[in-house]
């Protein structure tokens, strides 16, 4: 559910404007309204063929929003969240059967970009990018924690191979291994069992203390800000660690 | 005003404006294209790769996709429609020699008579989009009164054309028309999704590279 905000036409139009970008207002000019994309469409599919459910429909309602600006109101903003959050999952199939490769996923993600404006947000999305603010990860994980859970799996580890470790921001290495935030918080064996491997493989690497959490939800929000500050925490890491590269969890 | 002068300015002063409008308008459309996305569309020039915008352009002006595949009558249909449309007036004869009379130059042209069935073939092409789109549902739902509009935009100066090589109905007044539609085709083209047959290349160049640089490809 969404949280109740009232409309700031304002916003919506600075929204607007920021988000306006020669790609997004050629594709929304040449649709050619074919209705190739909606056999590309697992939403469309699986509702009966709905025709009000195809990808073009869905260009079409943000492209309504970016004629709209600031006449716009709650009734419309409300139907314009519901396109964008409920019947699309920006998976891109659409975009990659569009004989003109209009890029559906990218429109939607704007329309949900414009929705940010209005603090129009499902709400643990909302918790979730809070999350990303406070803790630096999206499921509320303390630094403490997060070494405490490294420093258990390090002694777990050692248990099965001897000599194995879980090396913590170390300086220099090949390899910065970022996880999911839900593999510390949940299922914290997997990062003994990627560090099981790489102590196998004789990689050099090291986790880090700060930006290890490699997902970054905040981009489903369209929310380009908070989406950039969470790559950044990682890329900051990695900088710091003077890393090679990052590997991502599976 | 009679109808001889209602020709000389078809053929005359309005042609200039309409060619002029329809060339201006679309370098116009590319330079604005070209001046916002330096700004906002930092994408395309952090991954621009040659490699994936010629492939992605050549997998669709060629029917080599998925698309193709599944949609197999769409497809044939809109490679015929597309073919005649662009053909039929650029190697018609009857133009050729309007054009050998004002400037002197001219190149080959199609036989009359396949020009004639080029003609028909792109209006039979053309009353299939409108059946289409009136009868398939998802097809319906997204078309609007522009649409058909601009079909008939499209249309017009072929059935006119068609009409005054047969000399049906008064020529004179049915060439008059085929001009007037004509230009008014070109001139149409630049403000609406008839741009399409420029901006296609941007477009499928830009989804191409932005598939490229994950390697997958967009067809």
Sequence with gaps: MAEKVAVDPQAFKKAVDDRTNARLKMWLEICAHCGLCADTCHFYLSNDRDPKLIPAIKGKKVLEAFKKKDKIDEAFLEELYWTVYGDCTMCRR????????????????????????????????????????????????????????????????????????????????????????????????????????????????????????????????????????????????????????????? | MNLVTLY?????????????????????????????????????????SWKWLWLSIFRWIVPLNETAKKNPIVTLVGFVFHICLIATPIFLLAHGVLWYESWEISWWSLSEQVADYMTLIVIGCGLFFAIRRMVLPHVRIVTTAADYLLLAVTLTPFVTGYLAYHQYFDYNTVLILHMFFGELMLVVIPFTKLSHFLMF????????????????PSW
Excluded: H
């Excluded at chain 1, 994980?141 to 921001?169: F, H, K, R, Y």
């Excluded at chain 1, 220099?172 to 990627?194: C, H, W």
């Design chain 2, 201 to 216: 290349f941007f477009s499928r160049a830009i989804t191409g590279m932005e598939f490229g640089r994950r390697s997958a």
């Design chain 1, 94 to 250: 659409c975009t990659m059967f569009c004989p003109f490769g209009i890029d559906i996923a990218t429109i939607t993600s704007t329309g949900r970009g414009l929705c940010v404006s209005q603090g129009k947000v499902p709400e643990n999305l909302v918790k979730t990018i809070e999350s990303y603010y406070e803790y630096g990860n999206q499921m509320e994980v303390s630094e403490e924690d997060w070494i405490d859970t490294l420093q258990w799996m390090e002694e777990e580890l050692q248990e099965e191979l001897p000599g194995a470790t879980i090396p913590i921001d170390k300086k220099g290495a090949n390899l910065l291994y970022t996880v999911n935030a839900r593999e510390p918080k949940f299922y914290p064996m997997d990062i003994s069992q990627a560090a099981m491997v790489f102590y196998l493989a004789g990689e050099d690497w090291t986790m880090s203390s700060k930006g290890w959490d490699d997902t970054n939800l905040a981009m489903f929000a369209g929310d380009l800000k908070a989406a950039g500050y969470v790559s950044q925490l990682v890329r900051d890491a990695a900088e710091e660690l003077e890393v090679k590269r990052v590997a991502i969890t599976e």
């Design chain 2, 8 to 48: 000389e300015l078809l053929r005359g002063p309005l042609l200039w404006l309409a060619f002029g409008v329809f060339f201006g308008g679309m370098v116009l459309r590319v330079i604005l294209f070209y001046r916002l996305s330096k700004r906002k569309d930092g994408v395309i020039y952090r991954f621009f």
